[in-house]
Each structure stands twice: as structure tokens, then as C-alpha cells.
């Protein structure tokens, strides 16, 4: 449910939609996903937040990274922390939920409706908070994969659920060839 006149901001949790897009079968087209959301509403900004592997020569988020900075998303990025698991894994931890949240408020007073791309049930009291200071909050996220990518209290707490799975025709591509190893994958943590 979306008004033509109201102001409109999109927050991406970059790993949280990867992962659900993934899990689909398909990639995101951001052109796209941009596009869409420019037509339901005045779009003021889209938020895109990850975190990055900065010791690494190439990281393959890297070129989607300069592509969203380049084409009208406000890049959220920093480091990501990299360790080593009791079984001897490499493993990557970058949760930007906090960097997500203090610009959503700070936005808040500025617009009419948020879209959060996340699954993420920590954002509930975020979205919450929105909602009493009288923004609309829609989620996008998905209950169609096994297990599902969205936290159920999450899903009840906001204004508008919108199914991951039915924007496939609008926003999606069919998903690339995988590499040996997918950084945004590395990084979710469904909750």
C-alpha cells in the first residue's frame, strides 16, 4: 500500500537481502529495485548497508558497492571483522544494525512511509519507534524459503509485509555464476 504523494526512503540490509534473494534463486536488479520504488512514491534516498572486507585486493562486492555509489543509493559501509571459528572456518562478521537504525530515526521526521529490506527481528522495536512518530513501515523480506529469512514478530509489527518473492518479476535477474566464495554470504546473520 503506497501513496503516489508521500515521501518515501528505502533501507537495505545488503547481506539480509542477499541472502533472501538467494535463498529465492534469483539476484536483485537495483536499477530496478530503484526504479520501482520511484514510481510508488517520491523517493528521497535509498540506503544501501554492508560491510567490507578491507584487507582483501578484490572483494566481489566491491564493484556493486562503486555501482550503487555511482547510480543513486547513499552507500552505508565499514569494516568487516574477520576470524577463524572453534572448527578452524574463516568467517566474516559485519552487522551494520546500529548504523541502519540511527539513520532511519534521523530520517524519520522527514518522510512519510520506510521500506526496510530485512528479515532482521532486531529492527522490530526500530520499526516500532517509527511507527509512533507516524511513519509507515513496510518489510520486504521473504517466508517463502526453508527456513523463512523474516523474524515473525517482525512481520506482525509492520504496517505492510511485502513478499520478497512476488517483486521477482519486477526486480529480479536471474542469479550469476557462484564464486568459491560469496562475501555477502559470509556475512548474514538471519535472527
Known amino acids: 500500500m503506497f501513496y503516489k504523494d508521500e515521501r518515501l526512503a528505502l533501507f537495505i540490509d545488503g547481506s539480509n537481502l542477499y541472502a ?3 535463498a529465492l534463486g534469483f539476484d536483485i536488479d537495483y ?4 526504479q ?3 514510481r510508488r512514491g517520491k523517493l528521497l534516498r535509498a540506503f544501501y548497508y554492508t560491510a567490507l572486507l578491507e584487507n582483501d585486493d578484490y572483494s566481489p562486492i566491491r564493484p556493486l558497492v562503486d555501482w550503487l ?3 543513486g543509493f547513499t552507500m552505508v559501509t565499514k569494516p568487516a571483522k574477520e576470524y577463524t571459528d572453534s572448527q578452524g572456518r574463516r568467517k566474516v562478521k559485519g552487522n551494520m ?3 541502519l537504525t540511527v539513520d532511519a530515526m534521523e530520517l524519520a521526521p ?10 532482521d527481528g532486531d529492527f522490530r522495536p526500530l520499526v516500532e519507534s517509527l511507527q509512533r512518530q507516524g511513519v509507515r513501515v513496510s518489510v520486504v523480506s521473504t517466508i517463502r524459503s526453508q527456513p523463512p529469512m523474516i523474524a515473525d514478530e517482525l512481520r506482525r509489527q509492520a504496517d505492510n509485509f511485502i513478499e520478497l518473492d512476488e517483486l521477482r518479476d519486477v526486480i ?5 555464476e557462484p564464486r568459491a566464495f560469496d562475501r555477502e554470504e559470509a556475512v548474514v546473520e538471519v535472527k
Do not use: T
Open 172 to 176: 529480479g535477474r536471474p542469479p550469476r
Open 36 to 38: 520501482e520504488f520511484m
Open 110 to 119: 522527514r518522510v512519510d512511509h520506510i521500506v526496510l529490506f530485512s528479515g
Open 31 to 34: 536499477k530496478l529495485l530503484r
Open 97 to 99: 544494525d546500529i548504523e
Open 69 to 71: 555509489h555511482y547510480n
Open 20 to 22: 533472501a534473494a538467494k
